[in-house]
C-alpha cells in the first residue's frame, strides 16, 4: 500500500460503477470523522498516475473534503489482469451483478477478450459470462447512463423494466423514453412499477402523461382506475386478476433467482430459513409449471386449429 495525490488518480472506470446518493452521504461523514479506512484500488498508469478501479465514492469524497493524498493499492500490473483480480475479488463482496456486467463488457469489446479467455480467467463458467454480457448488452445507451448514474434504480431496471420490457418485446426508443421520464425524480420502485405498467400497457392517455411529467397526477389515477384498464383490453374481472398474479410471479421468479446468486447470503440463520421454504416450494413448483404448461399447450393447440381451417 501506497499514497497518491488526488489528482494523479484517473476516473476512467467511473461510468460502470453504480452511484448510491445516501451511501455516498454517510461515508462522506465517516471519512470526515475517521478518515480513509480502506485504500482505493488503482492499476498503475504512464508515469507517476494511476487508473481507479476501485473506490470512487472515497474519491469524489476526498475532492469535496479537500484530501489531497488518499492511499492506495495497486491490483496488477495491466488494465486486464487488475480488472480481472477485482471481479475474482468482487464475487465474494463489493461489485453488484450490474457492475460485473460492466467490466466483463469492458475486457469482451475493449480488450478484445472472448468468452472462454473471461471463464477461463475468472475461473467461472461460460455461462455466468454470457448473462452478464447479456445484461449490458440489453441496454441502450440512455437507459445504462441513467441506471450507473443512480438516477434510475438499479432494482426497478432488474426487477421491474427489464423483465416486463423482455416478455412484452417493447421497442427500445419507447423504454429510454419511459426511463428518462422517471429517471432522477425520487420515486420508490413500486410508484415506478406502477408507472411503468401506465406507461407501457396503460393508453395513449397515460402515456402523453407520463411523457410530459406528470406524474403524482399519473399515479392518483392508475391507483383508483384499475378496473377501467382491464375493460379497456377487454378483460373480465377474474382475466385481470390472473393477468395481475402471472406478472407478478415473473417477478417475483426472476427477483428470487437474481438474490439466490448474490454470494452475500452467508449466514448460518438465512441458510436454514432458505432451505425450509425451498423445500416447501418444490412441490409447488412443479404443480405450477405442469399446470402453465397444460395450459400452453392446450391453448397453444386451439389457435393452430383456428388457423388451419
Not at 491490483?75 to 456486467?101: K, Y
Request: proline share 2%; hydrophobic share 35%.
Amino acid at each position: 500500500m501506497t499514497e497518491a495525490e488526488i489528482h494523479t488518480i484517473s476516473k476512467k472506470y467511473e461510468s460502470l460503477r453504480l452511484r448510491d446518493k445516501n451511501r455516498e452521504k454517510y461515508l462522506l461523514q465517516s471519512i470526515l470523522e475517521h478518515g480513509i479506512r480502506e485504500p482505493l484500488q488503482c492499476v498503475q498508469d504512464d508515469g507517476p498516475k494511476y487508473i481507479l478501479l476501485d473506490g470512487f465514492k472515497r474519491l469524489r469524497c476526498s475532492y469535496k473534503l479537500n484530501i489531497r493524498m488518499v492511499p492506495i493499492v495497486l491490483l496488477g500490473g495491466d488494465e486486464v489482469s487488475s480488472i480481472l483480480h477485482l471481479i475474482r475479488l468482487s464475487i465474494e463482496n463489493s461489485l453488484s451483478t450490474l457492475e460485473q456486467a460492466g467490466f466483463v463488457d469492458e475486457l469482451h469489446r475493449q480488450y478484445g477478450l472472448t468468452v472462454t479467455d473471461i471463464a477461463d480467467r475468472l475461473e467461472r463458467s461460460k455461462a455466468w459470462v454470457s448473462v452478464r454480457l447479456g445484461i449490458i448488452g440489453e441496454m441502450s445507451p440512455v437507459v445504462r447512463k441513467e441506471v450507473f448514474s443512480g438516477r434510475f434504480p438499479v432494482r426497478s431496471y432488474m426487477y421491474t423494466l427489464r423483465q416486463f420490457t423482455r416478455v412484452n418485446s417493447i421497442p427500445g426508443k419507447e423504454i429510454d423514453m419511459f426511463v428518462s421520464s422517471v429517471a432522477g425524480k425520487g420515486l420508490s420502485t413500486r410508484d415506478i412499477e406502477r408507472l411503468a405498467y401506465g406507461y407501457f400497457r396503460g393508453g395513449e392517455r397515460l402515456k402523453r402523461q407520463i411523457e410530459q411529467g406528470n406524474l403524482e397526477w399519473t399515479l392518483r389515477q392508475m391507483k383508483k382506475g384499475e378496473p377501467a384498464y382491464q375493460a379497456e383490453e377487454g378483460l373480465s374481472e377474474a382475466e385481470w386478476s390472473v393477468v395481475r398474479d402471472m406478472e407478478l410471479a415473473q417477478k417475483y421468479l426472476s427477483r428470487i433467482c437474481y438474490g439466490l446468486s448474490e454470494k452475500e447470503l452467508s449466514s448460518k440463520a438465512f441458510h436454514a430459513r432458505a432451505l425450509l421454504l425451498i423445500e416447501g416450494l418444490f412441490d409447488t413448483v412443479d404443480k405450477f409449471q405442469a399446470q402453465i404448461r397444460r395450459f400452453y399447450d392446450t391453448r397453444a393447440y386451439q389457435g393452430n386449429n383456428q388457423n388451419t381451417v
